[in-house]
């Protein structure tokens, strides 16, 4: 059973920072490129970012750029997510995902498996 568990999510003040992991199991990890979402409330999912099959290439969203890093864990089967310099606009589910596809991966149809997602609330 393919299997995407997030965790690390919380409340966080302004400015403050938080680490998101992402836990994989089920499927041969390192087939896949992983990216991150989230979705606030009354809002589309959208991409934060995405890191290649081998964790040699990484797009990261330009809302994000330069706050937030994604990285990666083959021999762990584990995704990442470091969230510094979090603003209120950063409050959101963040779902990890796992696809398969080619491409830019920043779009949700790309990817293939999901995570139930981890809460993220920033505070002013």
């Known amino acids: 059973e393919v299997q995407l568990v997030e965790s690390g999510g919380g409340l966080v003040q302004a400015g403050g920072s938080l680490r998101l992991s992402c836990t994989a199991s089920?499927?041969?990890?390192?087939?896949?490129?992983m990216g991150w979402f989230r979705q606030a409330p009354g809002k589309e999912r959208e991409f934060v970012a995405r890191?290649?099959?081998?964790?040699?290439?990484?797009d990261h969203a330009d809302s994000v750029k330069g706050r937030f890093t994604i990285s990666r864990d083959n021999a762990k089967n584990t995704l990442s997510l470091q969230m510094n310099s979090l603003k209120p606009e950063d409050t959101a589910v963040y779902y990890c995902?796992?696809?398969?596809?080619?491409?830019?991966?920043?779009?949700?149809?790309?990817?293939?498996?999901w995570g139930q997602g981890t809460q993220v609330t920033v505070s002013s």
């Open positions: 995902a796992a696809s398969r596809s080619i491409g830019l991966l920043s779009t949700p149809g790309q990817y293939q498996y």
């Open positions: 890191i290649s099959r081998m964790g040699g290439s990484a």
């Open positions: 089920g499927f041969t990890f390192s087939n896949y490129a």
